[in-house]
């Protein structure tokens, strides 16, 4: 199995990295998205992402919370970022009119111009949106058709949101979230909704600890060994099985971030 999203630069690893990423093999997990939030921690994820070029790729961007700090020279340090091999993905970037880091005019335009650049340099966009998806969408779909790709990481959205992105084949991550009893009640019910082909798992770490791992880690830090605890409850959502909800989920990532030419071959 594939994790699409770990914060693998944040400070929560620092201290036992090595054993993190052991751990995440041993639990399955073939490979992983490293999310780049800002340009520091893009260039830091393009640093762990070198360490083993067929089991990390990382993204770059300017996430909604940082989108105050968007600037001529941030622009055109993403631009020239972007090429490196490693970085498979423009993003994290995206709305979040809930915690409001950043004015909405300034997300907007930081978001803007990153879907813009995707578009410009024939790449995916990987995505954050929360409480704005009005605003998200008008911004996102006159790119759209010229878009590679797009992911909405970490989704939490109704079921009208889901089928808007669906009509746009935007494919849809699903994180621990659905793991947590209350916060994550309605979107067990559309889990069943999405289409095999749209569906990326992610484990969003070290936030969103699936809240019914036993014993829960005192630390509550999620990491990417906790993904098949995420991939059996969707399986149990979706009526699947574990081994081809795996495969399956592995399969649109190497799609989503064109990872075909240098991912393991082994599936799972
Ligand atoms: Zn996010």
Redesign the pocket.
């Known amino acids: 199995m594939f994790d699409v999203g770990v914060n693998l630069t944040s400070q929560e690893f620092i201290r036992d990295y090595d054993k993190v990423i052991q751990r995440a093999r041993e639990a399955g997990v073939i490979g992983m998205i490293i999310i780049g939030t800002t340009i520091l921690n893009s260039r830091q994820a393009i640093v762990l992402a070198e360490k083993d070029t067929k089991y990390f790729w990382s993204t770059i961007g300017i996430h909604p919370h940082y989108a105050s700090q968007w600037s001529k020279k941030i622009y055109s340090e993403i631009r020239k970022l972007a090429v490196h091999p490693r970085i498979v993905a423009i993003g ?1 970037c995206g709305l979040d009119f809930y915690r409001n880091f950043s004015t909405k005019k300034e997300q907007m335009y930081a978001f803007q111009a990153q879907v813009e650049l995707a578009t410009e340099l024939d790449m995916p966009v990987f995505l ?1 949106c929360r409480d704005a998806h009005k605003d998200f969408m008008s911004i996102l779909t006159p790119w759209i058709p010229n878009l590679k790709a797009a992911l909405v ?2 989704f939490t959205g109704t079921q009208s949101e889901l089928e808007i992105y669906l009509e746009y084949d935007i494919y849809i991550g699903i994180t621990g979230w659905i793991c947590d009893k209350k916060r994550g009640k309605e979107l067990c019910k559309l889990i069943p909704l999405i289409p095999s082909n749209r569906l990326v798992i992610e484990t969003d770490s070290p936030w969103l600890i699936p809240k019914d791992i036993f014993p829960l880690p005192s630390s509550r830090r999620n990491e990417p060994s906790f993904l098949p605890h995420i991939v059996q409850k969707i399986a149990m959502l979706r009526g699947d099985n574990i081994l081809n909800l795996s495969n399956t989920t592995t399969f649109n990532a190497r799609k989503l971030f064109n990872l075909s030419s240098n991912i393991r071959n082994t599936i799972i």
């Open positions: 994290e954050h990481h970490c």
